[in-house]
């Protein structure tokens, strides 16, 4: 299995509304690829950030690629982020895993 992660931060007074735009953008298009096997999404407050980590689980790396492309490092944007005024980092990684177990 292949882990997905991202991270971006958006300032504290667009958080609600960044993590409902993160809902209906990077969450639900990847859920909606063939080999996506689920997705997580946590956000932490620090200071005047809301940070954002979004970690998705793939079968292999060509469900990867079919997500976001054959450039699969780099992050997947979507149209409206920057009205969140949102911080992405550039790069994503991808980590092959041979199982998730909770904490």
């Known amino acids: 299995m292949i882990v997905r992660t991202w991270h971006g931060c958006v300032p504290v ?9 993160l809902q209906l953008t ?5 859920q909606g690829i063939e080999g996506n096997l689920g997705v ?3 956000s932490v407050s620090q200071g005047d950030w809301e940070h954002f980590f979004l ?6 790396i060509e469900a990867v690629k079919a997500f976001a492309g054959d450039d699969y490092h780099v992050s997947v944007t979507y149209q409206d982020d920057e009205q969140f005024e949102l911080l992405s980092d550039p790069y994503v990684f991808q980590h092959e895993v041979e199982g998730v177990v909770g904490l």
């Open 55 to 60: 970690a998705t689980y793939w079968r292999d």
């Open 13 to 21: 007074k667009h958080a609600a509304g960044f993590a409902e735009h």
């Open 26 to 30: 990077g969450v639900q298009h990847s």
């Open 40 to 42: 997580l999404v946590k």
